[in-house]
């Protein structure tokens, strides 16, 4: 089983053009990812719960960031449920656009 924390982070810049400010704020979506301790067993459910959780604000433009530091292994099964399912929900650039993985488990 996964435990599944969310925060905000609001980045606000400022652009001067001909004498004029214009601010603009994105707002991206943090969540992080990780097991409990001495569990290895991902599940497809474990998947569909990241799924249900990120798939709202990335469906809305908003970027996400799914940080994965507290993972041992990321399962095929686990993978096919978020990401297979985001591309029956959205084209391949706009998921490279709006979702960023952070520490991902190597391969080895």
């Known amino acids: 089983m996964i435990i599944i924390t969310m925060s905000v982070t609001i980045?606000?810049?400022v652009i001067q053009s001909n004498e004029r400010n214009y601010e603009?704020?994105?707002?991206?979506?943090?969540?992080?990812?990780s097991e409990r301790i001495g569990f290895n067993d991902i599940t497809v459910e474990d998947g569909q719960r990241v799924y249900d959780?990120?798939?709202p604000h990335l469906l809305n433009?908003?970027?996400?960031?799914l940080d994965c530091a507290g993972m041992n292994i990321l399962?095929?099964?686990f993978l096919n449920m978020?990401?297979?399912?985001?591309l029956r929900d959205m084209?391949?650039?706009e998921l490279n656009n709006y979702l960023i993985f952070?520490?991902?488990?190597?391969?080895t």
């Open 11 to 13: 980045v606000t810049f």
């Open 24 to 33: 603009f704020s994105i707002q991206i979506m943090n969540y992080c990812v």
């Open 53 to 55: 959780a990120i798939a």
């Open 61 to 65: 433009h908003n970027l996400v960031t």
């Open 75 to 77: 399962t095929s099964p």
């Open 82 to 86: 978020v990401i297979g399912q985001l």
């Open 91 to 93: 084209t391949v650039d």
């Open 102 to 107: 952070k520490n991902v488990p190597s391969l």
